[in-house]
């Protein structure tokens, strides 16, 4: 037994040469076959300086009692102790794969693999490992083949004496062989069939692209040709006999465990699609049905077994169509959605750790490259490579990418791949997930070269890796758009004219001309504002070729700039308030209406801001809205004066509303888009209306005050009608409104009604004065008597008219009458009075239904537009507004006398109750709530897009991208859109037919 000293000392000398397990190091050093280790310095500093020294000395154990006998035992001691190159490779995969140790373990001969070091042996390729691989004649002595070859690539890559590329390189040309041989073993089992056919393999992916990860599927697609006049049938049967033997051989599990899988889901029609298929027949697909993605995957394909000339005629076929893919309708966006879906499927627990698919992961780094391979390469042959890091050097020697952009990208590329292949490397596992033992993270840093503080330095690098990318990610795109029309840096390739329209043009830009032309003159000079632009310009430029219309959100940001961009806060607000930038971004290129008020005001910028908690964008209450225009007009010199500060206000909160809707309707990246549409409706509807009322009262105020001082002979109240008094406004709807009077104390009836007259005069008048403000227009036509009648009564006459003329349509109309300004008693009053009339005492007789239903089908067949589709108009078609609002409303007439929950002037909240009622059951009920929010929210889209109002769906293709964008709708998805609007319309007819017209 060791002396209590010496074993102290041992101890001190493992611990200072790194084991994190001193003791149990020291009981493995105590066996008489470890004698030449534990006396030799030199062995025990090697163990030190690999990246787990518990772990490789557990190995070299398990190693040394693996041999057969003593004497090759000591071969092996002393072959790690004179040779210093075998001794660092096989320490070094030791200390770094616990799967390869085991395989050491269990071929305990394999070590002398590593004995070579030959010149060949450093960088070896194909036919290397094939002749690694020759003896292997079935599944299990193939497995064991390919190990030991890995085990020389684990090796060289350990030791420093490959780097990132060549190992990857490798372990490419290992698959490749691997594939080579399982394919001839699959035709050694049916020489029939392998003389029956042609059969070529493309391998795709990381392999195709000659940059593998030690543990990964291998993605392949399959080309089948008759052979010797055979029968096509029968020889594609037989390619695929031979094709899924290949996979099995590869894939299952044997004693030894498997190789990996191979993945032939790329394939035309994926895992559907046959697995093998003829030139002629992918030739077919990829001209007719192939998506976006599929010809990025092309990228990386090469063909690596079986008839080579067959794979050779493959890629030479698609290489046309793959470098002409960037002239497909919405390219960019298919790839970048690509990209979103990718990270929208990782578990919200894996998002921090993964180092592939997660923002500022490999992929974003293998998408960009990609990308810009897609778009350029038509144009320049350099950029066709399969190979990521090979493309990116390309790219940037062509001057489509930055220079120093490109290199900081290869080297976080190149350290991010690293860290994957070491973290794959230690249960040869395939896995992207950084893991959270520290144990682990301290091994990974070790191998990494990180000896300091190993774990502290790996996370620190790897973040800052990572943040290189997701900065570098989008920025890509168009910092060389930017350097091309800025030219600050002389020295630096830039774009060519035409690659930058090239660029623009693939984004989505429609006048790229246009479009270099405002860059320039938003992105030139050496002044602090042009430099603050060129800061934001790479990332608003990607906000805007996320929208519909790119060219119009660049021009928008370039009138915003011009200006604000000598107002010290405009330019501060963009670049310091995370959620500024993006939410301008949005709201410029969603469509005309927003941009056109902010012209108009565009201090309103500062809305858009994080400042005051994030509120800037909520709606401000009546109230408020109401004392601020108040207080506006009590300064203001005369009527029209007052008015236009009433509009400012308007205008400003118009803005702010319609902002809030296209920011929470695309969703921001730190904001997603918000799930509840009936949310959004009711708060653009409550807005809207709210600003309407409180506009009217402003507006009521200045002609009172102009014609009258503080008094009027007559107390005066304006109601709201229609969707003003259900507070259902939309940003283009006019005002339904009803005007009622009551005259002052010991005024003359006469002299009242015409100072009443005269208010609804003026007040028209001043709303109506030219403005370049979107217009506020009063309709009073459902008023008594319609326009025959007058346009103010008093609250007597309203109720003799009601008493004895009053027809059912008017009790209909009259379910949204709610006071908005003026008299608050004398509205209530007439509250009061119409209240019997629109929930009339035991609901509507049978001849009163008739007479809606009549009046409903007669306004279906007369205000229809004609050449419009019925079925997509919002308001008038099968199962639009109209067709809900008269279903609710029609219970509201039935039922209102009996439940309290009906008396309500909004139309959700209407069908709400008659759903808790048991008068709707809550199935139709939903149906009809979705059909109602849907047509609105189209309206809202409609005026927000076009800049006026209107109930049908566009016709021009960029405003109808612009609708379906709003309504949540990838570019390319507007026919999606479409049927999902005719499809919820039609089952909101089904239940009006049911609940209106009885069935």
Not at 536 to 548: M, Q, T
Request: glycine share 8%.
């Amino acid at each position: 037994m060791t002396a209590p000293g010496r074993r102290s000392s041992t101890f001190t000398r493992l611990l200072r040469h790194g084991f994190t397990h001193p003791s149990a190091a020291e009981r493995l050093l105590e066996s008489p076959e470890l004698a030449p280790i534990r006396n030799d310095p030199v062995l025990l500093e090697a163990l030190g300086a690999t990246a787990d020294p518990d772990l490789t000395l557990d190995g070299l154990v398990r190693l040394v009692e693996a041999q057969p006998d003593p004497t090759a035992q000591r071969e092996l001691l002393d072959t790690v102790i004179a040779a210093k190159p075998l001794r660092d490779r096989l320490l070094g995969v030791l200390g770094a794969s616990a799967a390869l140790a085991d395989h050491l373990a269990r071929h305990p001969g394999d070590w002398q693999a590593l004995a070579m070091y030959e010149p060949r042996d450093l960088h070896p390729e194909v036919e290397e490992f094939e002749q690694g691989l020759a003896g292997a004649t079935d599944p299990v002595s193939l497995r064991v083949a390919y190990r030991r070859c890995l085990l020389s690539i684990a090796a060289r890559d350990v030791c420093g004496t490959t780097d990132l590329a060549q190992t990857a390189a490798e372990l490419a040309d290992l698959a490749t062989a691997t594939l080579r041989a399982a394919l001839a073993i699959a035709r050694v089992a049916a020489p029939e069939d392998a003389s029956q056919c042609r059969l070529a393999v493309i391998a795709m992916g990381k392999c195709g692209g000659h940059e593998l990860n030690y543990v990964s599927d291998v993605d392949v697609i399959f080309v089948g040709e008759t052979a010797d006049g055979a029968d096509e049938a029968k020889a594609l049967r037989s390619a695929t006999k031979l094709a899924s033997h290949m996979m099995r051989i590869c894939s299952e599990t044997t004693v030894e465990g498997s190789i990996w899988p191979v993945d032939a889901n790329l394939r035309p029609e994926g895992r559907n699609g046959p697995l093998v298929r003829t030139l002629s027949s992918h030739l077919a697909y990829y001209r007719r049905w192939a998506k976006t993605w599929e010809f990025q995957a092309l990228l990386k394909a090469r063909p690596v077994a079986g008839d080579i000339d067959l794979g050779e005629e493959y890629v030479a076929a698609l290489e046309p169509m793959v470098w002409k893919a960037a002239e497909r309708d919405n390219f960019v966006a298919d790839v970048q959605k690509m990209r979103r879906r990718v990270v929208e499927n990782i578990p919200v627990s894996e998002l921090d750790r993964q180092l592939k698919l997660g923002p500022g992961g490999l992929r974003d780094v293998e998408f960009a490259v990609q990308l810009l391979q897609l778009v350029h390469g038509r144009e320049d042959a350099s950029l066709r490579s399969g190979t990521t890091l090979d493309a990116l050097q390309a790219l940037a020697a062509g001057g489509y990418v930055g220079r120093a952009d490109a290199a900081q990208l290869d080297t976080a590329y190149r350290f991010l791949r690293s860290m994957e292949h070491r973290i794959q490397l230690y249960r040869l596992r395939r896995t992207h997930l950084v893991p959270e033992d520290e144990a682990d993270l301290r091994r990974i840093g070790r191998s990494l070269g990180l000896r300091v503080d190993p774990v502290a330095e790996l996370n620190r690098e790897w973040r800052r890796h990572s943040s290189v990318v997701r900065r570098l990610h989008e920025k890509l795109f168009y910092r060389p758009l930017l350097d091309a029309v800025a030219q600050l840096a002389p020295g630096e390739a830039r774009l060519s004219a035409g690659a930058a329209r090239e660029r623009l043009v693939a984004l989505g830009y429609a006048d790229p001309a246009a479009a270099l032309r405002h860059l320039e003159a938003l992105a030139s000079g050496v002044t602090r504002k042009a430099a603050i632009q060129r800061t934001l310009l790479p990332v608003l430029l990607g906000w805007f070729a996320d929208s519909a219309d790119p060219d119009a959100g660049l021009l928008n940001f370039r009138k915003v700039s011009d200006a604000l961009g000598k107002t010290p806060w405009y330019l501060r607000l963009l670049r310091d308030e995370g959620a500024a930038a993006e939410n301008l971004a949005r709201v410029l290129s969603a469509g005309r209406l927003a941009p056109d008020l902010l012209m108009r005001a565009p201090e309103a910028v500062a809305l858009l801001g994080d400042g005051d908690g994030g509120t800037g964008l909520e709606p401000r209450s009546r109230a408020h809205l109401e004392q601020e225009i108040l207080a506006g007009v009590n300064r203001a010199d005369g009527g029209v004066q007052a008015v236009t500060a009433a509009r400012g206000v308007r205008r400003r909160e118009l803005f702010r509303t319609a902002a809030a809707d296209i920011v929470d309707s695309y969703g921001t990246e730190t904001k997603p888009a918000e799930a509840d549409q009936g949310a959004l409706v009711d708060r653009v509807g409550g807005a809207v209306s709210d600003l309407t009322a409180a506009t009217l009262a402003g507006t009521l105020r200045a002609v009172v005050r102009e014609g009258w001082g503080d008094t009027l002979p007559t107390r005066f109240a304006i109601i709201g009608m229609g969707r003003f008094g259900g507070h259902e406004l939309g940003y283009g709807s006019d005002a339904d409104v009803l005007f009622v009077h009551e005259p002052q104390d010991g005024v003359d009836e006469h002299e009242a009604a015409a100072a009443a007259n005269r208010v609804v005069s003026e007040m028209r008048r001043l709303l109506q004065v030219p403005s370049a403000d979107p217009p506020l227009l009063i309709d009073a036509d459902l008023r008594p008597e319609g326009k025959s009648g007058p346009l103010v009564r008093t609250l007597k006459s309203y109720a003799a008219y009601y008493r004895r003329w009053s027809l059912v349509w008017e009790s209909q109309a009259l379910l949204r009458a709610e006071p908005v300004a003026g008299d608050a008693e004398l509205a209530g009053r007439f509250i009061e009075l119409v209240d019997p009339l629109r929930y009339p005492a035991e609901g509507l007789g049978d001849d009163a239904v008739r007479e809606i239903r009549r009046l409903k089908a007669r306004m279906e067949a007369e205000r229809l537009p004609r050449g419009s589709d019925p079925k997509l108009h919002s308001k008038l078609g099968p199962g639009g507004l109209s067709d809900v609002e008269w279903t609710v409303q029609l219970l509201q007439l039935q039922h209102g006398w009996a439940e309290p929950g009906l008396r309500t002037t909004r139309t959700r909240e209407a069908l709400a109750a008659a759903c808790a009622a048991g008068l709707i059951p809550a199935e139709e009920a939903a149906i009809l709530d979705e059909a109602w929010v849907l047509a609105t929210r189209v309206r809202n889209a409609v005026m927000l897009v076009r800049g006026r109002a209107g109930d049908t769906f566009p016709s021009d293709a960029r405003e109808l991208a612009a609708v379906g964008r709003y309504l949540g709708y990838e570019p390319g998805h507007v026919g999606d859109m479409l049927d999902a609007y005719r499809r919820t319309a039609r089952r909101a007819r089904g239940v009006v037919e049911e609940l209106f017209y009885g069935g």
